[in-house]
């Protein structure tokens, strides 16, 4: 834990709530400090994430905003937007827009960033590959690499390594470089009827009741919770 983390912000393992860690704590866990719930980390006008959602990191996941978003540059204007209950395992990088040298001159040198002159008529193109979004429940390997302007679906699975040029669809496992479909996790109309129950805006209470039918793949119970 580090030295100048207040004692109130981590989780208590006597905590008998009996509703799940307390997503309002950036460290929830007392006994496994290197996981931490990003949006109680990251402070930053273009990066939203969502309740519960983790990074794991034996340095400490209070550093992920410089280890795992690079090249996220305001001039640029790019935004990353993660859902809930996603879990991002150790090295995921987020590249954003401000990875790419410009293309279509006779030169990719930065000329513009050297400024001292270099930047005059350089405008920064407005046509790039636009924000990057994480759905919820996705699952990220260790050292992936999403490159900018990705939008990952809902419930999707990015294997160990992979390098993630192109939109992955809501429960979908992708793996490889560039990653490819490793197989859908469930049939179509599984998927669709996930989507619509979308258990993952459910406050923790309702998460609670209706866990057994979560992990016990009960989809009726799960349709009949979103009625109640
Ligand atoms: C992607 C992953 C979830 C797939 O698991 P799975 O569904 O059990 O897949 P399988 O092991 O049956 O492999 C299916 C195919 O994908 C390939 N594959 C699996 N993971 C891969 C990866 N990370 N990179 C490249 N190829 C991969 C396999 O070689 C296999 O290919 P084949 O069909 O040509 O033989 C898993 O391999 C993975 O990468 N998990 C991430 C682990 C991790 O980083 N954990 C961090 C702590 S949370």
Redesign the pocket.
């Given at each position: 834990m580090p030295a100048d983390i207040p004692e109130q912000s981590v989780g208590q393992p006597d905590d008998v709530s009996g509703i799940g860690p307390d997503s309002a704590l950036p460290f929830p866990l007392s006994e496994f400090p290197q996981l931490g719930f990003l949006n109680r980390l990251v402070d930053h006008p273009r990066v939203t994430i969502g309740d519960y959602s983790y990074y794991?990191d034996p340095e400490g996941p209070e550093h992920f905003l410089e280890k795992c978003v690079k090249y996220h540059f305001d001039f640029v204007g790019d935004e990353l937007i993660i859902g809930r209950f996603c879990?991002f395992?150790?090295g995921v990088q987020f590249i954003m827009n401000g990875a790419n040298h410009p293309m279509d001159e006779f030169s990719t040198y930065p000329f513009a960033a050297m400024g001292r002159g270099w930047e005059a008529g350089f405008e920064w193109p407005t046509d790039h590959r636009g924000n990057t979004v994480v759905g919820n429940d996705v699952?990220?390997?260790?050292?992936?690499m999403i490159m900018p302007g990705v939008t990952i679906g809902d419930g999707a699975?990015?294997?160990?390594?992979?390098v993630v040029t192109r939109n992955v669809p809501a429960y979908t496992?992708?793996?490889?470089?560039p990653a490819q479909i490793?197989?859908q996790r469930f049939e179509r109309d599984v998927i669709d009827r996930l989507c619509r129950i979308a258990w993952w805006n459910w406050d923790a209470e309702k998460i609670t009741r209706n866990l057994s039918a979560i992990r016990g793949m009960d989809l009726e119970a799960m349709e009949q919770a979103t009625l109640k």
């Open positions: 794991d879990a395992a150790t699952w990220i390997g260790r050292e992936a699975i990015i294997g160990a390594r992979a496992i992708v793996a490889g470089n490793v197989r």
